[in-house]
């Protein structure tokens, strides 16, 4: 209605160039595949379709949609809206704090996407290479290096999950590699509770022998490539390939 559109122009204010209202679902798609709109806000009793196909179209054309869905608690149709892609849910009658909070919540993930485009272009092509010595503690700074790092790149649950799978291959390239600590060999300490002793007498030792850590890290587009080195003999990794799942829940494995 005009005033909830006189409310989203002030809230919006300069981050917004047009606003468009529909109460054809035709209409409204027509103009979402030919806009592309960032933000779109539907009543869940919208007719002409449902809000969940709705919202599905939406999501098939661009997954990044931001998408609010308005309507009574009630509506079975909500909680269905929300796992396929809608952003966030208002209830009906809207009050006008609600949606502001909403609204600058959804303004807050634009710039911080437009941030993050702007950033991976100027560091499209960047690199970081670091030398650890062997130690728990090298591990643990070099890991808050590289978090720094990809955050030019990716946030939030993707970041995580890269860092995640960035901190295992360095910690393996640690206890495996130059501490030379074998599957069979980390399980039983683990289980004896010798674990952190032995780690530390064998990092004494790597350190005198002068083994390090080396790590490349690389931005190019949307692909990030990791080298990681160690001064370790190595070991047949081909045989733990094959291991059951369940394996994840020993002792010696971190799940």
Same mark, same amino acid.
């Given at each position: 209605d005009t005033d909830r559109h006189q409310v989203i122009s002030s809230i919006a204010g300069q981050s917004c160039h047009s606003i468009m209202s529909s109460n054809n679902t035709a209409e409204a798609?027509?103009?979402?595949k030919n806009q592309h709109p960032q933000i779109v806000i539907v009543d869940a009793q919208i007719k002409g379709m449902t809000v969940l196909?709705?919202?599905r179209t939406l999501c098939g054309e661009d997954p990044n949609v931001l998408i609010m869905v308005?309507?009574?608690?009630?509506?079975?149709?909500?909680?269905?809206?929300?796992?396929?892609? $809608?952003?966030?849910?208002?209830? &009906?009658?809207?009050q006008e704090e609600e949606l502001t909070v909403s609204l600058t919540r959804f303004f807050g993930i634009l710039d911080r996407r437009a941030s993050r485009k702007f950033h991976s272009q100027l560091f499209d092509g960047a690199k970081l290479q670091l030398v650890l010595k062997s130690s728990t503690e090298?591990?643990?700074?070099?890991?808050?290096?590289?978090?720094?790092?990809l955050a030019l790149a990716c946030t939030g649950h993707e970041l995580a999950r890269v860092e995640l799978g960035i901190q295992e291959v360095i910690r393996n390239s640690l206890e495996h590699g130059n501490l030379a600590i074998n599957y069979e060999h980390k399980k039983e300490l683990c289980e004896s509770g010798k674990f952190d002793?032995?780690?530390?007498?064998?990092?004494?030792? $790597?350190?005198?022998?002068?083994? &390090?850590?080396?790590?490349?890290?690389a931005l190019k587009g949307d692909t990030l490539n990791c080298t990681v080195r160690d001064s370790g003999k190595g070991f047949d990794w081909r045989r733990y390939s094959s291991q059951s799942s369940n394996s994840a829940d020993a002792t010696n494995m971190s799940g």
């Open positions: 798609l027509s103009y979402y196909d709705f919202t308005t309507g009574p608690y009630q509506d079975e149709n909500i909680i269905d809206c929300l796992k396929y892609g $809608a952003s966030d849910f208002l209830p &009906k009658p809207i090298a591990l643990s700074n070099a890991v808050a290096i590289i978090s720094g790092f002793e032995f780690v530390k007498k064998q990092t004494e030792i $790597a350190n005198a022998n002068g083994m &390090k850590i080396d790590i490349s890290i």
